[in-house]
């Protein structure tokens, strides 16, 4: 392969990711998912290719189709174990972010959401949304009609409602509110951690470290959040001899949601991400899994970080 057909893949690789990353909830899978469109771009005949970007729109998005639809990403989402990976602000992987529809797309929130999509909903969602492709351009891409394309988009926005979450979060607002939750949390009454929270606030966590296996935990509502919080962030001998050290910890923004994240070194050990609607919180997803993290960590380790809100817990 010459080295323009190269260049001409890597300057469409990001989106590419982007679009997989929407499409699959997981970063590992849409970096899979493009390396594959690449070897599929490498052995092409691209004398037969009249707009590249469209060929490989269309590629990446039915491979991504083919792993949705597979029986272990079935299993591994029926058994109640799979959360949206997480990606730290900055990552390209995000991709496009100038209209709400973008960022909201990319919020675990909405990644959560389309589970109850088919993937042809999904892809419909995603490629419409996110990528502003017209209904001719998705029917061409997916291999239905422009009319099924419509339908399909209905239905998705049908059951994807985010209910005011605020997906316009800087760098600035997040570190107000994860400190707010940081110093309610830390201060030992859960009653203070609960007037920050929405009352029909709920929380999930991966439950990693807790012995659980890969059993999710859901919190019902805010009592069961401050309870979970404070305890998670009351430092012990233990939980330090647990993770090697003391952790600093941080105000972040996370797939455009303020949130916590807790390092030790250039290790990222996990992160609390906080969903906003009327200036509270009223989401909570907690996620420390290592492979879950692994593309955040490598992201942590490129950028510059502001200072910790706490530097040795």
């Given at each position: 392969?010459?080295?323009?057909?190269?260049?001409?893949?890597?300057?469409?690789?990001?989106?590419?990711?982007?679009l997989?990353?929407?499409?699959?909830?997981?970063?590992?899978?849409?970096?899979?998912?493009?390396?594959?469109?690449?070897?599929?771009?490498?052995?092409?005949?691209?004398?037969?290719?009249?707009?590249?970007?469209?060929?490989?729109?269309?590629?990446?998005?039915?491979?991504?189709?083919?792993?949705?639809r597979?029986a272990?990403?079935r299993?591994?989402?029926?058994?109640?174990?799979?959360?949206?990976?997480?990606?730290?602000?900055?990552?390209?992987?995000?991709?496009p972010?100038?209209t709400i529809?973008?960022r909201?797309?990319?919020?675990?929130?909405?990644?959560?959401?389309?589970?109850?999509?088919?993937?042809?909903?999904?892809a419909?969602?995603?490629?419409?949304?996110?990528?502003?492709?017209?209904?001719?351009?998705?029917?061409?891409?997916?291999?239905?009609?422009?009319?099924?394309?419509?339908?399909?988009?209905?239905?998705?926005?049908?059951?994807?409602?985010?209910?005011?979450?605020?997906?316009?979060?800087?760098c600035?607002?997040?570190?107000?509110?994860?400190?707010?939750?940081?110093?309610?949390?830390?201060?030992?009454?859960?009653?203070?951690?609960?007037?920050?929270?929405?009352?029909?606030?709920?929380?999930?966590?991966?439950?990693?470290?807790?012995?659980?296996?890969?059993?999710?935990?859901?919190?019902?509502?805010?009592?069961?959040?401050?309870?979970?919080?404070?305890?998670?962030?009351?430092?012990?001998?233990?939980?330090?001899?647990?993770?090697?050290?003391?952790?600093?910890?941080?105000?972040?923004?996370?797939?455009?949601?303020?949130?916590?994240?807790?390092?030790?070194?250039?290790?990222?050990?996990?992160?609390?991400?906080l969903?906003?609607?009327?200036?509270?919180?009223?989401?909570?997803?907690?996620?420390?899994?290592?492979?879950?993290?692994?593309?955040?960590?490598e992201?942590?380790?490129?950028?510059?970080?502001?200072?910790?809100?706490?530097a040795?817990?």
């Open positions: 392969m010459d080295s323009a057909t190269v260049a001409h893949f890597e300057a469409s690789r990001h989106r590419l990711a982007s997989a990353y929407r499409l699959l909830g997981s970063a590992a899978d849409a970096e899979d998912t493009v390396q594959d469109a690449f070897l599929r771009w490498q052995a092409t005949d691209r004398g037969y290719v009249r707009v590249p970007e469209a060929w490989l729109t269309k590629v990446v998005t039915n491979l991504a189709l083919d792993r949705l597979s272990q990403a299993r591994e989402r029926a058994v109640g174990a799979w959360m949206p990976e997480p990606l730290l602000d900055g990552d390209p992987m995000l991709g972010a100038d529809e973008q909201e797309s990319v919020t675990l929130a909405v990644l959560t959401l389309m589970e109850r999509l088919s993937p042809v909903e999904r419909v969602y995603v490629l419409r949304e996110a990528f502003s492709y017209s209904h001719a351009e998705i029917a061409d891409i997916l291999g239905i009609t422009e009319s099924a394309s419509q339908q399909h988009a209905h239905r998705a926005r049908r059951r994807i409602t985010v209910d005011g979450n605020n997906s316009d979060v800087d600035a607002s997040a570190h107000r509110i994860v400190e707010a939750f940081v110093a309610a949390a830390s201060s030992g009454r859960t009653e203070r951690l609960v007037t920050l929270l929405t009352d029909d606030a709920t929380g999930i966590s991966d439950s990693a470290g807790l012995g659980l296996g890969a059993r999710l935990i859901h919190y019902a509502n805010p009592e069961q959040i401050a309870r979970a919080v404070r305890i998670g962030l009351e430092p012990s001998p233990a939980k330090r001899n647990l993770v090697g050290g003391s952790p600093s910890i941080h105000a972040v923004v996370v797939n455009g949601c303020p949130a916590m994240l807790v390092a030790l070194d250039a290790r990222v050990l996990g992160v609390t991400i969903e906003i609607r009327d200036n509270k919180i009223a989401g909570v997803r907690g996620i420390a899994t290592p492979h879950r993290l692994a593309r955040l960590t992201e942590w380790r490129r950028q510059e970080h502001a200072a910790p809100l706490i040795s817990w």
